[in-house]
């Protein structure tokens, strides 16, 4: 009998033996970290065709239970690209079998088999015929009574079971996870196959450092073109991040989920779940199994079925569920706070492959978001979030990248150096004469830059000045120096502290370069988010006139990225949770809008003048509290995330950040504010007259007819 065969026998008694229900009654309780639903050959498609991606990317799903204050019991969705586990990625494993799972609190110890080379075909059937089977069968008897199993299956078979598509009841066993999991992830050996197993997927991310980060591209004969490379490449690497990273979203915190099935049978389909942020996410079932996940969802005290106006009452082609909550997540806090720990170096290295790529991008840059990175690693990391080198670069490109960049380095210094005596006097004196009264007095508190002839403050002068030849039109303006001393102090090379500086000068909103109309546009951010989310504030601006709304406070705080305002350590992971570039580009007006929060208060009170306002926030300089301030500037954007609605003046703080693990990004609906020179015709499509609050539920689409290919983009509308 076929491994398949035998497996869909123990999924059906695992089903006899399991009812789920969250732990309101039933048969059997199921465990906190529980898997339920599992599920392999789930595929992800391309929102829109690149060339070079494949159009099926078949992975891993499963669904496990997780307790939650709120909600009772939750389930956690899960999906894992089959490439990851072919090859044994321990940290992706670690997502399907979580650390509440019972079989993670009850480790077995299981034979290891070696990956090296395929077994010969006499033993695969046999192990396929007899042990999988067997072992699945007694670990169901003895999950029953309570005793340790053992389960004996590999990669090579989990990788085998997207070749059971072609029967159209593969297996969805609660039970067959997690065994397998647990056996890969404590595997001894290497994380990684050998690069012939690796799948298209991976050697569609791997690209040259001169071809995937380039921030020296001024040439004029290649500026166009290597600005349209880049462009296209950025695309590629935003689609394969979606692609092939893990996907793993909270049901409890979403919107919906709907269902959408393309046979008679109603087993094969889409799954599209939505966010309450209006984001979707679709999951191709081509090889059954989405039956059995809608019986989940329909046990699942939380979900609950509603019925559509266009559903045909004698044919079930779709499925909508809405998640019901008791109560909503508090606004003090985002619902994602405190769940992340710190990126320390053994964090940091499961996010590297064995060429020293870094992988899942996206979940990168959201644990820096929450939890900031380890002193001990911010040389390492603070290049890749400043752009300097590319995440998907190897270690040896990015070894010769660093080469190639030195070279260029002292080359701008030679130009600098190399000045006629007329050059130099005019660079002495728009230049040098402030850089060298700056320098000498810039983070002195500090030891790497503390004592007399120290040569650290030597080279941070040498960047300054050099980075005034590489960009004449910016040249140096005071302050730049509290910029770069913190780079040079957590890198320590000249050099690569140079390139970081350009690339947080060119490639990150986090700055506001010195021209009137950078800052005034951020400045307009922040008036109307004040307009927005704190209206009280806002409304006392607007009684001060046109003082009140230069928000002179402020300009501080933008220009030196609040390093004036909190001790070092606190200010730093506010740039880093600015540079993760998660879920917005604007982080830094968010913490502004915080600050306002939490310490204006005696603003509005009091009535303050516009002197006094200034005066107020001034005295706050290294009083506040510098965590108390990222959490609340992480609520605000939770609840920025959730309106209904947003003025058109806002549009564009929701349209730079890429959409993550998503496949649409997040667009709210758009209301005109007037705030442009033409009233009658916004710019964004915004209407003048109140929106109603839209519902992130994905329409049926055009071709969705039994038996009819479903289209992979879906509309978002409120039903009927």
């Excluded at 307009?531 to 601006?541: A, E, K, S, T, Y």
């Excluded at 007006?589 to 208060?601: E, N, R, T, W």
Aim: hydrophobic content about 30%.
């Amino acid at each position: 009998m076929s491994l398949g065969r035998l497996l869909r026998r123990a999924s059906s008694k695992a089903s006899d033996l399991l009812t789920f229900n969250a732990g309101s009654g039933g048969s059997r309780s199921v465990l906190d970290g529980e898997i339920i639903f599992s599920k392999n050959n789930v595929c992800v498609h391309p929102t829109e065709p690149l060339p070079g991606l494949a159009e099926h990317h078949p992975g891993y799903l499963c669904v496990h239970l997780e307790k939650d204050e709120a909600l009772g019991s939750t389930l956690i969705l899960t999906w894992v690209p089959n490439s990851r586990i072919q090859r044994q990625d321990e940290e992706a494993l670690r997502y399907i079998t979580p650390e509440s799972s019972p079989v993670r609190r009850n480790p077995r110890r299981h034979p290891r088999r070696a990956h090296s080379r395929p077994p010969p075909a006499e033993e695969e059937e046999e192990e396929e015929g007899g042990g999988a089977g067997e072992n699945l069968n007694s670990e169901l008897q003895q999950q029953e009574e309570g005793d340790e199993g053992s389960c004996d299956l590999s990669a090579d078979e989990v990788s085998r079971d997207s070749t059971l598509g072609s029967d159209s009841d593969t297996f969805s066993s609660p039970f067959c996870l997690s065994p397998v999991s647990e056996a890969l992830a404590e595997s001894s050996g290497s994380v990684f196959l050998d690069n012939e197993s690796r799948d298209m997927c991976d050697e569609s991310m791997t690209h040259s450092a001169s071809s995937a980060s380039s921030l020296d591209s001024h040439a004029p004969s290649e500026n166009s073109h290597s600005q349209g490379v880049r462009w296209e490449e950025q695309q590629k690497v935003m689609a394969l991040e979606q692609l092939c990273g893990v996907f793993r979203v909270d049901l409890g915190h979403m919107r919906s989920l709907r269902l959408f099935f393309s046979d008679e049978a109603c087993t094969s389909g889409q799954l599209v779940i939505a966010s309450r942020e209006s984001q979707y996410k679709i999951l191709h079932f081509h090889h059954a199994g989405l039956d059995k996940l809608a019986e989940v969802f329909q046990q699942w005290k939380c979900c609950r079925e509603t019925q559509l106006k266009d559903q045909v009452s004698d044919e079930k082609s779709c499925m909508q569920f809405s998640i019901r909550r008791p109560t909503l997540p508090s606004a003090e806090t985002h619902p994602e706070e405190r769940l992340y720990r710190r990126l320390d170096v053994a964090t940091w290295l499961r996010h590297l492959n064995h060429s020293g790529q870094v992988e899942e991008e996206y979940k990168l840059r959201k644990a820096i978001f929450f939890g900031g990175i380890d002193p001990a690693i911010r040389g390492e990391v603070w290049p890749f979030l400043l752009h300097y080198y590319s995440c998907d670069s190897t270690s040896e490109e990015r070894e010769a990248w660093r080469m190639q960049k030195r070279s260029e380095y002292q080359e701008i210094q030679q130009r600098r150096l190399s000045m006629s005596p007329e050059e130099h006097s005019e660079f002495w004196r728009k230049v040098q004469f402030t850089v060298d009264k700056d320098v000498v007095r810039t983070d002195r508190s500090n030891h790497f830059f503390r004592g007399e002839n120290n040569p650290n403050v030597e080279s941070m002068r040498r960047v300054l000045l050099n980075y005034a030849v590489f960009n004449p039109d910016m040249g140096y303006c005071q302050g730049m120096s509290d910029l770069v001393a913190p780079l040079l102090a957590e890198v320590q090379d000249e050099s690569d502290t140079f390139w970081c500086f350009v690339g947080l000068m060119e490639n990150t909103i986090f700055i506001s370069s010195p021209r009137d109309e950078d800052m005034e546009r951020q400045l307009m951010y922040l008036r109307e988010l004040l307009r927005v989310m704190v209206p009280r504030f806002h409304q006392h601006l607007t009684q001060l006139g046109e003082d009140g709304l230069q928000l002179l406070f402020c300009h501080r705080w933008v220009l030196l990225c609040f390093k004036r305002e909190f001790p070092d350590t606190e200010a730093l992971r506010m740039w880093e949770a600015c540079w993760a570039h998660y879920q917005t580009d604007y982080f830094h007006l968010f913490l502004c809008v915080a600050i306002i929060v939490l310490y204006g208060d005696d603003v509005t009170e009091q009535q303050l003048a516009t002197d006094q306002m200034l005066l107020h926030f001034s005295n706050l300089s290294m009083h506040m509290n510098g965590e108390l301030v990222l959490r609340k500037a992480r609520s605000l954007l939770y609840q920025f995330r959730l309106l209904p609605r947003i003025p058109c003046s806002l549009h564009d703080l929701c349209k730079l950040c890429g959409p993550g693990m998503w496949d649409s990004r997040y667009i709210p609906a758009v209301e005109c504010s007037g705030e442009h020179p033409d009233p009658q015709s916004c710019p964004y499509g915004g209407t003048a007259t109140p929106l109603p609050p839209p519902s992130p539920q994905p329409a049926p689409p055009a071709e969705g007819k039994k038996g009819s290919k479903t289209r992979d983009i879906f509309n978002f509308r409120k039903p009927s």
